[in-house]
């Protein structure tokens, strides 16, 4: 039955503006505060599982892949330096990528990722010129292989 009093609590949905991002490239950790937006998926792939005995095809989880998509604002050129290294040597960097979000209106707490051996895949914005107002923006994507979570949310009291 439909109980009114049990519902969450409008505050306890995060707010993702509350995240801090940081990117440490060999042992120099930057605050990405020009960071405008961070995705960071799993991509799980399953493969069939045919039985003898039902009809329904059983699904297996076999692999997972970690990407991620950050808009910057283009006031830094640090990933333009990656690409650099990777031009000059022939040997892609890679890097690291911390997120933490922890929205104080919330009940959950904090939550932090570390993805590790990140790389880039993609396209990397290298100049622009216009004649319009708008902002340099450049979308950084990628791979990650693997993560840590050093903090992450509480489940809240009504779960």
């Known amino acids: 039955m439909f109980d009114p009093t049990n519902v969450m609590p409008a ?10 991002v940081f990117v440490t490239i060999d042992n120099q950790r930057y605050s990405m505060l020009m960071c405008k937006d ?5 991509s799980i792939t399953t493969q069939d ?8 095809t059983g699904k297996k989880a ?13 006031c830094t050129e640090i990933i333009d ?3 650099d290294r990777f031009i000059n040597t022939g040997v892609m960097p890679k890097f690291e990528i911390q997120v933490s979000n922890e929205d104080p209106n919330t009940s959950i707490g904090r939550t932090t990722k570390v993805y590790t ?5 993609g396209d990397v914005l290298l100049s622009m010129a216009g004649s319009e107002d708008d902002f340099i923006e450049q979308e950084i994507s990628g791979f990650a292989n693997g993560y840590t979570r050093p903090e992450k949310y509480a489940n809240p009291a009504y779960m």
């Open 38 to 42: 961070f995705e960071a998926k799993a």
């Open 81 to 83: 330096d990656v690409v």
């Open 49 to 56: 599982v045919p039985r003898m005995g039902s009809l329904i």
């Open 11 to 20: 505050e306890d949905a995060p707010v993702a503006k509350y995240a801090n």
């Open 62 to 74: 076999t692999s997972l892949e970690i990407s991620f998509t950050m808009t910057i604002y283009k």
């Open 117 to 121: 051996d990140c790389v880039l895949d």
